[in-house]
């Protein structure tokens, strides 16, 4: 799936969103202020759902042996973001529609489009959360909205996260993603690192991605957290797989040959 995101194109035009002053959005009581947006970016369309793989594993591909992407990843950007401008397609069939923006920081050195691209891929999965009776669609900046998906350097991902309530550092460093209020904010480490167990155990990453973004994005429709429900078994999608797999195996989705699979409420 990365090597097919790579042909996404470039970043596209900037274009400055009249709804995007270089100011703050205002935020509802009770919610943590979103991030400054700086520019809007164009996302090339992408299609609807893709077709589903055996469960709880990648589909062959010639990036499946890519574990972490390569080269530096900046501890800390502007603090500003640009979102993408371009509605994507609905994911799902039926029920309620869950509208959600994204942006990406600017010097977090991501291209929009691709993380935009990589997201929708991943929500439209039919392993994905609209298998549940739900849909999910990308809009505009200035749409109504349910939530927001960021992606943020390590520095500014702790900073959203601890004002809205959610401490992400183990060892003194922001090293989990989260999801706050209505953001759901990915961190810029994880998402090019990966996690060392996952690593160790020839995890892709881009099934690390896959499960951080169902992860992050459960908590957003309003699902908790979940423990390995045994040995060698399947890690349910809301288990915080970022920090142990406690004897199960990485799995990236909420449906697993076609049912809900979950495990005991951690």
Do not use: K
């Not at 591909?61 to 574990?67: D, E, F, Y």
């Not at 993408?84 to 923006?101: A, I, M, N």
């Not at 669609?137 to 959610?166: K, M, S, W």
């Not at 459960?218 to 040995?231: F, I, K, R, T």
């Amino acid at each position: 799936m990365l090597a097919s995101l790579a042909g996404a194109g470039l970043l596209g035009a900037l274009a400055w969103g009249p709804d995007l002053a270089l100011g703050r959005y205002a935020t509802p009581a009770g919610q943590p202020a979103p991030p400054a947006a700086s520019a809007v970016w164009s996302a090339p369309p992408t299609g609807g759902s893709v077709a589903p793989g055996p469960d709880a594993d990648p589909r062959p591909s010639p990036t499946a042996a890519l574990l972490q992407a390569p080269g530096p990843v900046p501890s800390a950007g502007t603090g500003r973001f640009g979102f993408v401008r371009e509605p994507g397609p609905v994911h799902g069939r039926s029920g309620r529609l869950h509208r959600f923006r994204v942006a990406v920081e600017r010097g977090s050195g991501e291209d929009p489009t691709r993380f935009a691209a990589a997201l929708d891929a991943t929500l439209g999965d039919p392993r994905g959360w609209t298998a549940g009776g739900l849909r999910l669609q990308r809009v505009a900046p200035g749409a109504a909205h349910d939530f927001t998906i960021y992606l943020a350097t390590a520095a500014t991902a702790g900073r959203l996260c601890a004002a809205g309530g959610v401490d992400i550092r183990i060892g003194g460093r922001p090293y989990t993603s989260c999801r706050a209020g209505g953001q759901v904010v990915l961190n810029l480490d994880r998402w090019r690192l990966s996690v060392p167990e996952f690593v160790a155990a020839r995890v892709p990453l881009e099934r690390y991605r896959q499960y951080v973004i169902n992860h992050e994005v459960g908590h957003a429709l309003g699902h908790g957290h979940e423990s390995c429900p045994g040995p060698g078994r399947a890690a349910p999608v809301m288990q915080t797989q970022t920090l142990g797999l406690r004897g199960c195996v990485a799995n990236a989705w909420p449906y697993l040959g076609g049912r809900r699979y979950r495990g005991p409420q951690a």
